[in-house]
């Protein structure tokens, strides 16, 4: 079974990124995440990553549709 709360170095594995880009995504709002325990170590939840990941899907079809590839030859 998957644990349901990642630590932020496992998101950046997931996604391929730095620890300190998701340490911003998370600061900045744009992933959610809690903060748990008495030092306050960052988690974010898998269900909330997943959703994260689904965004970005249709943030980046949208930004396609938007920006459509040209002939640079003008063939």
Same mark, same amino acid.
């Given at each position: 079974?998957? @644990?349901r709360f990642l630590l932020l170095s496992d998101? =950046? =594995?997931?996604?391929?990124? &730095?620890? &300190?880009?998701?340490y911003h995504m998370?600061? &900045?709002?744009?992933l @959610? =995440? !809690?903060k748990i325990g008495g030092r306050g170590q960052w988690r974010v939840e898998r269900a909330r990553l997943e959703?994260?990941?689904q965004q970005k899907y249709a943030e980046t079809a949208?930004? !396609?549709?938007g920006n459509p590839l040209t002939d640079r030859d003008g063939e």
């Open positions: 079974m998957e @644990p998101v =950046a =594995a997931e996604l391929n990124v &730095s620890d &300190s880009q998701v998370v600061r &900045s709002g744009e @959610p =995440a !809690v959703e994260y990941i949208e930004w !396609v549709r």
